[in-house]
């Protein structure tokens, strides 16, 4: 259970993974299309239950990683508002200009 919860920590952790394994799933549900067509799988009541709750699933995703970035985005700026870049520089070069 330990490492199943390792994998999916570094599954969220990394946007590239995430956008690789989101593009594979949307080759796959393109690829269905004309496939469950064909097959006749749209009048089947099982795929089409099947299809509803994976768009469930993937939109509420997609909607949780959005909201994920937006409070890394606001954490971000208000780490950056709290630091005073111009003051720390103008300490640096004050302390090169006394060691001169």
Do not use: Y
């Not at 969220?12 to 097959?39: A, H, Y």
């Amino acid at each position: 259970m330990e490492l199943l919860k390792t994998l999916w920590a570094q599954v969220q952790g990394d946007p590239v993974f995430m956008r690789r394994v989101n593009g594979w799933f949307t080759i796959f549900w393109i690829v269905m299309i004309p496939l469950s067509f064909s097959l006749h799988w749209l009048s089947s009541v099982t795929f089409v239950s099947a299809l509803s709750l994976w768009a469930l699933v993937s939109g509420h995703w997609s909607a949780w990683q959005a909201a994920r970035v937006e409070v890394n985005q606001e954490a971000e700026a208000k780490k950056r508002l709290k630091e005073d870049i111009p003051k720390e520089t103008a300490k640096e070069v004050t302390k090169k200009m006394r060691k001169r």
